[in-house]
């Protein structure tokens, strides 16, 4: 076996175990009938998972299935609609558990694969590159969700809510979407902003997070300009679309403007700005910090509660 298959091999060794097929039950006028299917994985020593909230929305029941084929049940223990995130808890004896990466160290080029149940096929295993860190996208509910990684890795309905998985066998994102017409092009939430919803999900059962209506892209700022205005780091999130009847489009931003730091932190990563508008303290007006052409620009900006 060449190198490459073998470190595939290994990886999926250690990381299968904790991946689950998720069945969806609602009731209807004969009872509880099949409403779908979808994937997961355990992260943590009591059986909590994650998955997407569009797979277990409003599920009367569910079961899972772990590659063994031992079944258990399963409950919702919280879910974000706007991020598509779920976290449910597994009653299973004996599981794995996934060990949780960081996605703020990934590089465009590098090599990830998905896990997952892709048209009722258990447990299958797609390779690919990483193509685009630190997007915005919109949900099935409307909503932005930030710090979204793009990939080349094929993905199928079923694939939904299973794994992104760095050579390391680390979790570095969660598999939400295909992108319909799209070859090669296939979305999933970066893991450490799924760890910061769980977080409040495992808490209070429910997502606080302030809202902006900005579409970003991290992008790199160039040496020059690093060294001209004194900042910190390599990057900044590029402004790609300003959302309608949103505190930005009430500001003075314009898209384009390249944000390096809100309420007077830098941020390269959206995961720092989406870590900020998790705190209810952030609902005053703040100041914004842009590169527009050859000028650093201080603007104010007042976030709202999303739910608004």
């Not at 020593?45 to 929305?57: K, L, Q, R, W, Y």
């Not at 892709?118 to 919109?138: A, E, K, M, N």
């Not at 505190?247 to 003075?252: E, G, L, N, V």
């Amino acid at each position: 076996m060449d190198i490459i298959s073998e470190l595939i091999v290994k990886t999926v060794d250690r990381i299968k175990d904790a991946v689950v097929k998720i069945d969806v039950f609602k009731k209807s006028n004969k009872g509880l009938k099949p409403a779908g299917s979808g994937s997961g994985f355990i992260f943590s020593s009591d059986g909590m998972a994650f998955t997407n909230s569009h797979v277990v929305h409003k599920a009367d029941k569910l079961n899972v299935t772990l590659l063994n084929g031992a079944a258990a049940a399963a409950e919702l223990v919280g879910e974000d609609p706007d991020n598509d995130l779920a976290v449910i808890k597994v009653f299973a004896n004996e599981h794995s558990v996934s060990k949780l990466g960081s996605s703020e160290e990934l590089r465009i080029g590098q090599y990830v694969m998905a896990l997952g149940n892709p048209l009722g096929y258990q447990h299958s295993v797609t390779t690919g590159v990483v193509s685009g860190l630190g997007r915005t996208i919109r949900s099935q509910s409307g909503k932005l969700i930030d710090n979204v990684i793009q990939s080349d890795v094929m993905l199928n309905p079923g694939n939904s809510g299973g794994p992104l998985v760095s050579m390391e066998a680390e979790v570095i994102g969660i598999n939400t979407a295909m992108i319909r017409g799209g070859q090669g092009l296939s979305l999933s939430i970066a893991i450490d902003t799924a760890k910061e919803i769980a977080s409040q999900l495992i808490r209070t059962g429910k997502v606080f997070k302030a809202y902006l209506g900005l579409m970003l892209q991290e992008v790199a700022i160039p040496i020059k300009s690093l060294r001209h205005f004194a900042l910190t780091g390599k990057k900044g999130l590029f402004i790609t679309k300003i959302e309608k009847e949103s505190p930005a489009s009430w500001s003075q931003l314009q898209e384009g403007d390249v944000i390096v730091s809100f309420n007077d932190k830098r941020v390269e990563h959206i995961h720092g700005l989406f870590r900020q508008l998790g705190d209810r303290k952030i609902l005053k007006m703040v100041d914004i910090e842009v590169l527009r052409y050859n000028k650093k620009l201080l603007l104010p900006i007042t976030p709202v509660n999303r739910a608004a």
